[in-house]
């Protein structure tokens, strides 16, 4: 009898960001369903949380605790350095036990936000080159990628993707985004973000009186090249989503703040301070699943991080994005609201609220549109599963899953 197929899956999973978590969770979901005989384990920066929360093995990815914390003292500098070391050995020795490793989802290819070369980029090049190795199949599933202006990230995200056994994209952006790098994307597809995949809750009417709006915001302080003016571009932010968030106060209309990280609580708790009002309050949301609930039973949606936005759209509420980067305009335009995008490091709250009312005054025939994005989502995230099976499982494991789908 063949032994079951051995899988990992790995990145900053359970780390504290829901979207990442989301993805984890829909690759979970698919591998339970189209191969419940798998062995499935994760490398991840939350380990505690993965086993708790899905109930697989987890090893922590990295050797040194305070691998994300700024490194000042001689000590700290030191332990960073020679868990640089033992993360190669840790991190081929893992990789050396699976048949499969699976990165779901996340930006790992990407520098959207400020990225330091030997944290995320460096691990999973360890991840890749240990898989070309040692002969395990490493896949870059719905990935998000973009341009990346530090000389040694470019040539670690380039050589990360090389290596890999199967890439997919979450937009189009993301794939030409890597084919100007140099890596050759002939074969590779682009797929609908794979949170897409979980379930979808009942959308609410809307309201009458106009309802609740939900408003996602960020701990933003611009990308990996805006380091220089990173201050100024966090007051901006803060200021103009405060003050349109005093305004829907102003029109009687209750808010709801949502986060996507631990790191957001700051700018929710300062929006609350500033404002001061009992129509504004924030959710405790601890999954894409709490998030999609929130948004479902909202009039309208405005939010900043990309998985806010997927969740809202996924739950058919007409959404304004506060756009950060090009992946959440290609998310947009992939769902029908190209034109509801508003620039991030340039809050106008005056121009956010006129776009705002033109959303709603479109809504039901927005939720329509949604409601045939979605399907067509589905369907693609199903060809998105389909073609992972044939590329990295083996013919009997593929055979069994057949038998399966058939047995009534």
């Known amino acids: 009898m063949r032994p079951p197929v051995r899988v990992g899956v790995f990145g900053l999973l359970g780390s504290g960001n829901l979207g990442n978590d989301g993805s984890l969770e829909a690759v979970l979901g698919y591998l339970r369903a189209e191969h419940p005989a798998a062995s499935v384990d994760a490398l991840c920066g939350g380990p505690e949380v993965v086993t708790a929360r899905y109930g697989i093995p987890a090893t922590r990815l990295h050797w040194y605790r305070g691998e994300y914390r700024t490194a000042s003292r001689a000590g700290a500098i030191a332990g960073k350095g020679l868990g640089k070391l033992v993360d190669v050995v840790r991190t081929a020795a893992w990789v050396r036990r699976h048949d499969v490793v699976i990165v ?3 930006g790992v290819l990407e520098a959207t936000l400020p990225l330091r070369p030997w944290g995320f980029p460096y691990s999973l090049f360890l991840l890749c080159a240990s898989g070309r190795l040692f002969g395990t199949k490493v896949a870059l599933v719905g990935v998000g990628a973009g341009p990346v202006g530090n000389r040694l990230t470019r040539g670690l995200v380039r050589r990360s993707a090389r290596l890999a056994a199967y890439r997919s994209y979450r937009d189009a952006q993301s794939r030409d985004a890597l084919r100007e790098m140099g890596v050759d994307t002939a074969r590779d597809e682009v797929y609908p973000d794979l949170a897409f995949a979980l379930p979808t809750p009942r959308a609410g009417a809307p309201s009458s009186p106009p309802g609740p709006v939900c408003v996602g915001v960020m701990d933003f302080h611009g990308g990996d090249d805006d380091r ?6 966090h007051r901006r932010y803060l200021d103009g989503t405060t003050r349109f968030v005093r305004a ?24 609350l301070e500033a404002v001061d009002s009992p129509l504004v309050t924030a959710a405790e949301a601890t999954s894409l699943a709490d998030l999609m609930k929130e948004t479902a039973a909202a009039d ?16 058919g509420t ?6 950060y980067a090009a992946k959440s305009d290609a998310l947009m335009d992939r769902m029908g609201l190209a034109a509801y995008c508003h620039p991030a490091r340039e809050v106008d709250a005056d121009r956010l609220l006129e776009q705002f009312r033109a959303l709603e005054k479109r809504s039901a025939e927005l939720r329509r549109t ?13 060809e998105q599963f389909t073609a992972l099976t044939a590329a990295l499982f083996p013919t009997t494991d593929r055979a069994q899953a057949r038998t399966r789908q058939e047995t009534p």
Not at 228 to 233: L, S, V
Not at 318 to 323: F, G, K, Q, R, V
Not at 370 to 382: H, P, T, Y
């Open 248 to 271: 829907l106060v102003e029109d009687g209309r209750p808010v709801r703040l949502l986060t996507g990280d631990e790191c957001d609580r700051s700018v929710v708790a300062a929006i």
């Open 104 to 106: 779901p989802g996340m």
């Open 318 to 323: 007409p959404t304004l994005a506060l756009s």
């Open 228 to 233: 220089a003016r990173a201050g100024e571009i």
């Open 300 to 315: 309208t949606v405005v939010a900043t991080r990309y998985h806010n936005l997927v969740c809202a759209l996924k739950a």
């Open 370 to 382: 949604l409601a045939e994005r979605n399907a067509v989502a589905a369907r693609q995230l199903q």
